[in-house]
């Protein structure tokens, strides 16, 4: 987000229109830079509107600093007496052809279960390692099927100062935690990596060697992560080859328009969500690139939970 409170005061619908028009059930934000002072002030009054009534909200703030990192989840209210609400052919980002006879189907073939697998369980807010568990980078919302872990990885810095923390252990802290989870997880957000040549508009350039998201640290890095875990990028699992698909661009540079930008913001799932046999799986995920208010864009994922 580059901050919730400026997001708030500079595109105060940005929020509203991208959960409406694309029927969201989970909203994971990133470095939200809140505080737990900003969440009840009263002239901000953040809990109490952001997406309120709709959505139950859920934040992580830093102790350790002000105006930096953080983290929030929003989670659709749902109820077995809410029709609309009720049934849903996905999970983040259902595409509707027609509102009127889709309203009509899911009011006649409503499953309870649907319901309750939308739910959270558990919300917590720790991986369980002091060094990691202060900075606000972290919520995870346990479901009956599965569980979402939402992340703000912390940056190597410009000077690389951080690189080492980030590598050898909050990277290895990280997948120890999600594979202790009993449930299949779903690891996401600004995940400060462009893992591939594939998610980099200049591949080849000589400072991207030294340039924080871009080293080969971070990038075996994460590679060892997925190596040893059997979670899978969703996106370049489903889309292997798609090229100039990025979800961060420099606004100092105004590389926005010209689309000279970065993909650093990933869902990473458990290798059964991408079997059709389990009763959740993996469908799609994309970029929504008309979405502005930062320097990044939402990704979406797209899970189909079956009946």
């Not at 470095?31 to 002030?41: C, I, R, V, Y």
Request: charged share 30%; with cysteine.
């Amino acid at each position: 987000m580059a901050g919730l409170r400026a997001l708030l005061r500079n595109h105060p619908e940005t929020l509203p229109n991208l959960v409406k028009e694309h029927d969201i059930d989970v909203l994971c934000l990133q470095e939200t830079k809140l505080q737990e002072m900003h969440l009840d002030d009263k002239k901000l009054l953040i809990r109490d509107t952001v997406l309120q009534p709709d959505y139950d909200a859920y934040y992580s703030c830093s102790t350790t600093k002000k105006g930096y990192s953080g983290t929030a989840v929003f989670v659709k209210r749902h109820g077995k007496n809410n029709k609309k609400q009720a049934t849903l052919d996905s999970f983040f980002g259902a595409k509707k052809a027609d509102k009127k006879d889709e309203k009509k189907q899911e009011t006649d073939n409503i499953d309870p279960d649907d319901v309750t697998n939308l739910i959270p369980t558990d919300v917590s807010y720790k991986m369980g390692v002091d060094d990691h568990d202060q900075e606000g980078r972290l919520i995870i919302a346990d479901f009956p099927l599965f569980s979402l872990v939402n992340l703000y990885v912390p940056n190597s810095g410009q000077k690389l100062e951080r690189l080492d923390y980030r590598t050898e252990q909050w990277d290895k802290d990280l997948l120890k935690f999600v594979q202790a989870k009993p449930k299949p997880v779903v690891w996401l957000g600004d995940l400060n990596v462009a893992h591939t040549n594939l998610e980099v508009w200049n591949d080849g350039a000589k400072h991207l060697a030294k340039q924080a998201g871009v080293t080969q640290q971070e990038r075996d890095s994460f590679q060892h992560q997925l190596d040893t875990s059997g979670f899978q990028d969703a996106f370049r699992a489903l889309h292997p080859t798609a090229k100039g698909c990025y979800s961060y661009w420099s606004q100092r540079a105004g590389n926005r328009e010209p689309n000279k930008g970065l993909r650093l913001d990933y869902f990473c799932c458990a290798s059964e969500l991408f079997d059709d046999s389990n009763k959740v799986v993996a469908r799609d995920s994309y970029m929504l690139y008309d979405v502005h208010g930062s320097d990044h864009c939402p990704v979406v994922l797209e899970l189909e939970i079956k009946k």
